[in-house]
């Protein structure tokens, strides 16, 4: 007769392990066992199961507790934002000219949202605004600004490093300075850009719906004295 115990010593670990896969609640009936498994740690000693799930949790609490700080940072982030740009369109709105709105915008970005260079590209000259050094006006149909054609076209924000080309035009003397960018193209307008010595303040893949929102802000701003 065999016995029982010289048939369980011959089962090998990946049958133990299977079975195990296969009865997930067994250790719940034996929860003596549990706590005498020694299961190896990565770093130092061995440790017992229950030390070793207790371990997990911790790291998985520790994981959650990390992102649920991450989303509440981005939440008060974008609430500010929220905020900031909800005064500027007040700001714009409250201006009683073409120039003024523009001088506000320019002035809202550089020190509300802390934007290092601040451009506006006009395509058509606004009365007023002669000594502004962010200011250029420049025909649509000049070929300066043939690197922007796709920009004006689509309408989409751009963000990150510009080329070279760009960064002429729109920094002159100071675009080495520029290390990210955002250019907003203004419909029927012309061109915003927002430039950072920071190279990771602006990168692609960034959520753009607060600067549609402020593009069009001025956009619309601006219309009242088309």
């Not at 049958?15 to 009936?29: G, I, M, T």
């Not at 905020?83 to 500027?88: A, D, E, G, I, N």
């Not at 550089?110 to 250029?136: K, N, Y």
């Not at 924000?157 to 907003?184: F, M, T, W």
Request: hydrophobic content about 45%.
């Amino acid at each position: 007769m065999t016995d029982p115990l010289d048939v369980t010593e011959k089962l090998g670990a990946h049958e133990v392990a299977a079975w195990l896969r296969r009865h997930p609640r067994f250790l719940q009936q034996f929860p003596d066992l549990a706590l005498s498994l020694v299961v190896p740690r990565e770093e130092g000693p061995a440790a017992s199961l229950a030390s070793y799930q207790l371990d997990v949790l911790r790291d998985k609490n520790r994981e959650l507790s990390r992102r649920l700080q991450e989303l509440f940072a981005n939440a008060q982030e974008n609430e500010r934002l929220a905020v900031r740009t909800h005064q500027l369109t007040l700001a714009l709105m409250r201006q009683t000219s073409a120039a003024d709105t523009l001088r506000a915008m320019a002035a809202s970005l550089a020190e509300d949202f802390h934007g290092d260079l601040v451009r506006v590209v006009l395509f058509a000259a606004v009365d007023g605004l002669d000594d502004a050094e962010w200011l250029q006006t420049i025909a649509r149909d000049d070929a300066r600004l043939a690197p922007f054609r796709d920009a004006i076209a689509s309408g989409e924000p751009i963000c990150g490093r510009l080329h070279p080309d760009k960064n002429a035009l729109l920094y002159g003397a100071r675009a080495e300075e520029v290390q990210s960018s955002v250019l907003l193209p203004l419909p029927g307008v012309g061109l915003l850009a927002v430039g950072s010595r920071d190279p990771n303040r602006f990168f692609p893949g960034m959520g753009t719906l607060f600067l549609r929102m402020m593009g069009e802000a001025l956009t619309t701003a601006l219309a009242r004295y088309g």
